[in-house]
């Protein structure tokens, strides 16, 4: 039998596999799944926990691939969806997570905007730190903060929506989601981050960002390689239209 091209895990969750080598596997991540080291004990919504649990249980998923573990490579926000990569080996996690250290990766998000931006593109390079009193928000923190960059681009606009294209050059944890905010705009749906203004979208809870290309030059395969999330229901449902080659914007 072929393999399944998504992993299945309890509560019949199926997570869509995009992309899968010798190395790797990528899946699109749902919303609401975490990966955060200190939440692990504290949640049923492990994404780590629950994948690797599933490869002990022998479902076949797992067992048809022969797979002992499957580790995170980058991490994305809980209530972010789409492209993640993991590893199928220690060799393997260690090598693609020094691509991601040496800004080798090029990422592509979409997000959807409560405000039509001024400017059709630019340049946001706000240093951001963690919150002390927060756990789990950062802040803009010129003097002491990290350094990080995120290129935005308007892709289209449905006022008073507007669809943004992001391509962060860091890694920094809510560094999307400050950096919008920093250039005055909001995600719609941010739990965290909301200017208070947001006008209501449907459909009402999830965070409107999702990461929706990787591409990198593959140390062992030699070639380049581009890995895509589908786009066309996160762009339906706030009522953008698809791309014609049904491709993400870049």
Request: aromatic content about 8%; hydrophobic content about 35%; glycine content about 4%.
């Amino acid at each position: 039998m072929a393999k399944p091209k998504f992993i299945e895990l309890a509560d019949e969750v199926r997570i869509p596999i995009l992309y899968e080598d010798r190395s790797i596997i990528a899946i699109d991540k749902p919303s609401g799944w975490m990966l955060i080291p200190n939440s692990w004990d504290k949640t049923d919504r492990n994404l780590q926990l629950a994948i690797q649990s599933s490869i002990q249980a022998g479902d076949y998923w797992a067992r048809s691939r022969q797979l002992r573990s499957l580790r995170y490579i980058h991490r994305l926000d809980a209530e972010t969806t789409g492209v993640m990569l993991f590893g199928k080996s220690p060799g393997a996690v260690n090598t693609y997570s020094q691509l991601f250290a040496d800004r080798c990766v090029e990422k592509i998000y979409l997000a959807v905007v409560a405000t039509i931006p001024s400017k059709k593109d630019w340049i946001c390079r706000e240093k951001l730190s963690a919150e002390p009193n927060a756990q789990g928000r950062r802040f803009v923190d010129p003097q002491y903060g990290k350094e990080a960059e995120t290129h935005f681009r308007v892709v289209q606009t449905q006022p008073p929506f507007a669809l943004i294209e992001a391509r962060p050059t860091t890694g920094r944890t809510h560094q999307i989601r400050l950096h919008l905010l920093a250039s005055g705009l909001t995600i719609l749906h941010d739990p965290l981050y909301a200017l208070g203004n947001e006008m209501p979208a449907r459909p009402r809870g999830e965070l409107a960002l999702r990461a929706v290309s990787l591409s990198y030059q593959d140390p062992f395969q030699r070639r380049r390689i581009r890995i895509m999330a589908p786009t066309d229901d996160f762009l339906s449902r706030y009522g953008f239209r698809s791309a014609p080659d049904k491709q993400p914007p870049s």
